[in-house]
């Protein structure tokens, strides 16, 4: 598998080489850099795209380093044909330097001979030279090669060499032009390590570039292994990963030529995960280990002092050292550590290293690193915990002890977005005897896991197993798993068994704050929650004391439920602070949830720059830890925002993924949800006869498409497709289901939508239900909604002949349409208000007025736009509150606005250019 990552300018470097032999002018490179970095990798990209040109290929080999021109052999046996048109002192001589002659070869001549051969090939066609490990070229070779290449100038000849960093070899190349090859970023390891089918949560990604310097080979070693997210478990806690034999005998070639003590030395400094220099020669003096063995590896640039530390000048040497050590000589160096840790007052780290160590299970040292978790997921993450709670799991000597770290090992993996870990730890603990308690953790956690990335009905039906288990012991616990037995509900298109978790809660025997929340569980689920005193944030002071403030479950709860209810711009600005709150917490499964609702929330609302935005970054997060329901959710969310955008080739193109996700994983949710924008994109171009068929599969009984709730959210759209499309039977269908529902339901969306669909329907009484419409989505700030209403009662005027009044509402609908970047909605809004005889206006919204700001009142507006307070802006940008108003007070008038709640309609376009 051949994969360039992260390559840009060093191909654009090969391709200028390329580029310039072609047009007759001779070029030379030389790539360089450590072991398993891509130069060969590199090489093959220049093979690859050598069209038109022929292609010379050397690669050095080390056992035939004394075999003179045994490499000039290798490389020029494809062009012999060619000597007879050399002179024939030089065909003579390098006849016999390559053993095809008995004559002799003076290396001068030989290096002549080189040079005129190859500028012969290339007066045929452009030539290109590559030599791989031109380090390990014999010295006679790479001195005939290198004299010919100097000598090159109008040629068309390129010369591409590889050589190791760090290899003793006999090239002088530092006259040539250079090219080095460093590690990959962690975005472009992503990309790397998602081509080989593993998708490591940041943490863990972040931990195994900087333990591997993002060295291609060692990460593509590790990608393919099968079980990487065991493997690399040790990387987040300071330690080394493991590398395959061929890096590691490329390392170790340099350490072998240290004496022994230096070797023995190199290993504690590559056991020791801080580089703490007291720590290490404390701990080599128990080993009777003198400082003076520092000083070989050192003089052999392996490692670095700086001041207090040691360190390896290459992780993956610091890997190498450790992984080629037996057993018995990694358990003394983190013996010699634990005891030197012990001895400094630092008795966490001590523990982890006599748990390294450990050769039989010890109670006692499973206890006593069991009880280190806490810290160190406060000072390492989720990721870090669940590695040190695995190998507490692995030293116990009771099942029931084993069964309930493995559980907790699995959890903190689900946390931080190991959803494979999860699911292999909670498969080792399901094997393992357990008691009461754990057993219940077993089906809470795979109901999660179900819930991530299975079957939501399956994941449902096990959360509600587990809450039904621990219902008397702990009812506290159980109202947790049936709150995410209800999202699991949702998705799965079972709204009845949402509110029958809801009542479940209500039933349980448990503090009323507890059973407060299954009351709102139930109202939401059934539209009915009041919208009096139940804020976000009011929920949030009426929720349990148990739960702190620190407690991930706090702001999810709240989210969630204010997510469907009736205060949208407050729930939004509630699951904002929850993000900031998330954000570095180490929990990228929770904050992909998190993330679902916000974007959601967003859509409606009208703000869809900062909804795309949560949305991608929620998609990168769900491929990142392997929740394929959310990953489906939020693909299914960028197909409606392309679809109110007339891209209906993105909005199909992510609906397609999204339902390629959804369907085999049975997410109802997500499968409506890209259903509905793909109608709405056909909607939105005028294809209402799609748009009918999408539509309607929403509600047809059976379909894989169907979703009780999204349905209804849908209404008012099939409702307008099918009066476009002249299918009224389907249109008041459409409205007898959902009036029931609607009527009854406490949010004003719902009495906004229904008033839309009887305008649509009943001509001649549209227009109170107009006014109501209108009235009904003013409160809740959907601007979308509103727009559409302003123009189809627009519409409705002007086919009623009152084009003075239509004017307003058709001039309202595009301002708000061009504010939100509705393009094809505001090209029908434009065209409607001017043949009533208006005109649009140039007014908020339109993106080139923001082309007067300066760079950091756009960033202001920007924020200011998305909800922050001055304060937050202020440190955000590292500014004072003062100076963020004093901005906001210079670029109202810029935007040609008078108030900051105006900001959140503007589209600002694009950032003004920063002055260089």
Not at 227 to 250: F, N
Not at 520 to 528: I, K
């Amino acid at each position: 598998m051949t994969v360039i990552h992260g390559r840009g300018p060093e191909r654009q470097a090969v391709t200028n080489l390329l580029a310039s032999a072609r047009s007759g002018g001779s070029a030379v490179l030389v790539v360089h850099g450590e072991a398993g970095v891509g130069k060969s990798t590199l090489l093959r990209y220049a093979t690859g795209h050598a069209t038109g040109m022929r292609v010379l290929t050397s690669t050095g080999v080390q056992a035939e380093v004394k075999l003179a021109f045994s490499g000039l052999h290798q490389l020029l046996t494809p062009v012999l044909g060619h000597l007879d048109h050399l002179p024939e002192p030089q065909a003579t001589a390098l006849r016999g330097a390559l053993a095809l002659a008995d004559a002799p070869a003076s290396e001068l001549v030989v290096a002549a001979a080189v040079h005129s051969l190859l500028v012969r090939v290339s007066t045929l066609t452009p030539l290109l030279l590559v030599v791989d490990d031109a380090h390990w070229l014999d010295p006679a070779s790479a001195a005939a090669l290198l004299f010919a290449a100097r000598r090159m100038s109008t040629e068309p000849i390129a010369v591409l060499l590889a050589v190791r960093d760090h290899e003793h070899h006999h090239l002088d190349l530092t006259d040539l032009p250079q090219l080095p090859l460093a590690g990959l970023t962690a975005q472009e390891a992503r990309g790397l390590l998602g081509e080989l089918g593993w998708f490591p949560p940041d943490q863990v990604l972040h931990a195994v570039v900087e333990q591997t310097a993002g060295n291609p080979l060692a990460l593509t070693e590790l990608g393919r292994s099968p079980d990487p997210d065991h493997i690399v478990s040790r990387a987040l806690l300071g330690g080394p990963v493991p590398v395959g034999s061929r890096l590691r005998q490329a390392y170790l070639r340099r350490v072998d030529r240290l004496p022994t003590a230096s070797q023995d030395l190199l290993l504690l400094i590559a056991a020791e995960e801080t580089g703490s220099g007291d720590t290490v020669l404390g701990a080599a003096a128990r080993l009777g280990l003198s400082r003076d063995a520092l000083d070989p590896a050192e003089h052999a640039h392996l490692i670095e002092i700086d001041h207090t530390h040691l360190r390896f000048r290459h992780p993956l040497m610091r890997a190498a050292v450790y992984q080629a050590a037996s057993f018995r000589a990694r358990a003394a160096a983190h013996h010699a550590l634990a005891d030197q840790l012990a001895h400094d007052g630092h008795p966490d780290r001590a523990v982890w290293h006599r748990a390294l160590a450990a050769l039989t299970p010890d109670e006692d040292l499973a206890a006593a690193l069991e009880h280190t978790a806490e810290a160190t997921e406060r000072r390492g993450g989720s990721a870090a915990c669940a590695a040190v709670l695995e190998l507490a799991a692995r030293i116990s000597t009771t099942p029931h002890g084993r069964a309930a770290r493995l559980v907790a090992a699995a959890s903190a993996a689900w946390r931080s977005g190991q959803t494979e870990l999860a699911t292999s730890l909670v498969d080792q603990a399901d094997t393992t005897p357990a008691d009461p308690v754990t057993t219940v953790r077993i089906a809470r956690l795979r109901g999660l896991i179900e819930l991530s990335g299975g079957d939501p009905a399956a994941a449902y039906a096990r959360l509600v197993h587990g809450a039904d288990l621990i219902a008397t012991a702990t009812p506290a616990e159980a109202v947790s798993l049936l709150l995410v037995a209800a999202d699991a509900a949702y998705h799965a298109d079972r709204v009845e068994d949402a509110v029958r978790a809801g009542l479940r809660i209500t039933e349980l025997d448990c503090d009323h704050a507890h059973r407060r929340l299954g009351h709102w569980l139930v109202e939401v689920a059934r539209g009915t929650l009041t919208a009096v005193g139940t804020g976000p944030w009011d929920l949030y002071q009426l929720l349990p004391d148990t739960l702190s403030d620190q407690d991930s479950r706090r702001w999810m709860w709240v989210t969630a439920i204010s997510w469907l209810g009736p205060h949208q711009r407050q729930a939004r600005a509630f699951a904002l602070a929850a993000y900031e709150r998330l954000r570095s917490s180490g929990m990228p499964g929770v904050l992909a949830m998190l993330l679902s609702w916000l974007a959601d929330i967003e859509y409606h609302l009208g703000l869809w720059r900062a909804g795309e935005q949560h949305a991608a970054e929620g998609a990168a997060l769900a491929r990142a830890t392997g929740q394929q329901t959310r990953l489906a959710d939020f693909l299914a969310l960028l197909a409606h925002f392309a679809a109110v955008r007339g891209d209906r080739a993105g909005c199909q193109r992510h609906a397609e993924q999204a339902l390629a996700v959804a369907l085999p994983g049975h997410n109802r949710a997500a499968s409506a949800n890209a259903t509905w924008a793909l109608g709405l994109a056909a909607l939105t171009t005028g294809d209402t006869q799609q748009a009918v068929e999408h539509l309607s599969a929403l509600g047809t009984p059976g379909s894989p498409y169907a979703h009780e709730m999204i349905a209804r959210l849908a209404t008012p759209d099939l409702v307008e497709a099918a009066v476009r499309g002249g299918h009224p039977t389907q249109a008041h269908a459409a409205l007898a289901a959902f009036t029931p529902w609607a009527t009854q339901a406490n949010l004003p969306w719902a009495k906004a939508h229904l008033h839309r669909c009887h305008a649509l329907l009943d001509d001649t009484a549209a227009e109170p239900h107009f006014h109501a419409a209108t009235s009904a989505e003013h409160s809740q700030d959907r601007l979308f909604d509103l727009a559409r209403t302003a123009l189809s009662h627009g519409e409705w005027l002007r086919r009623n002949r009152q084009r003075g009044q239509a004017r307003p509402r058709l001039r309202l609908a595009v301002d708000v349409f061009t504010s939100l970047g509705a393009t094809p909605w505001t090209d029908r809004a434009t065209a409607q208000l001017r043949a009533c005889g208006g005109s649009p206006r140039r007014g908020p919204g339109q993106p080139a007025r923001s082309g007067q700001l300066t760079a950091q009142e756009f960033q202001v507006a920007e924020l200011a736009a998305s909800g922050l307070s001055n304060r937050e802006i202020g440190q955000r940008l590292s500014l004072s509150p003062r100076t963020v108003g004093y901005h906001l007070y210079n670029l109202f008038p810029k935007l040609g606005i008078s108030a900051r709640s105006q900001l959140r309609d503007l589209d600002l376009g694009d950032p003004p250019a920063v002055p260089h």
